[in-house]
């Protein structure tokens, strides 16, 4: 049998390309071949989180997996499940999340999340 070797593992931060201005700290999907754009509200192509500004046609290291910490675009309780928002933002969803809230954040602070993706 052939070895096999994975791309990536688990946890690792991947680098794309930013499709579009990234800002970091909010969710990322994908939008092509190895890119990128802020994501939208509810998307199931969330890949993770912006670990920088990026402009568009730059790299940019996406952060998965293990506990992320998104830029909240409402106030988050502990326990909720978290989704996209807006423009990259996080909210509390059931529709597609990407994680679970370990801590309570106001709108516009990071929201730690165990990160499902």
């Given at each position: 049998m052939a070895e096999y070797v994975p791309?990536?593992?688990p946890g690792s931060a991947v680098t794309y390309t930013a499709q579009s201005d990234v800002i970091g700290g909010r969710l990322v999907e994908i939008v092509g071949d190895r890119a990128v754009a802020h994501a939208a509200a509810d998307s199931a192509k969330v890949v993770g989180v912006a670990g920088f500004d990026a402009a568009a046609g730059e790299p940019v290291t996406v952060y998965s997996?293990?506990?992320q910490r998104p830029t909240a675009a409402s106030a988050i309780a502990a326990g909720d499940s978290v989704s996209a928002a807006a423009d990259g933002k996080a909210a509390t969803g059931d529709t597609n999340p990407v994680?679970?809230?370990l801590a309570a954040a106001a709108a516009g602070a990071p929201v730690q999340t165990?990160?499902?993706r």
């Open positions: 791309l990536f593992t997996g293990g506990v994680g679970i809230a165990k990160f499902d």
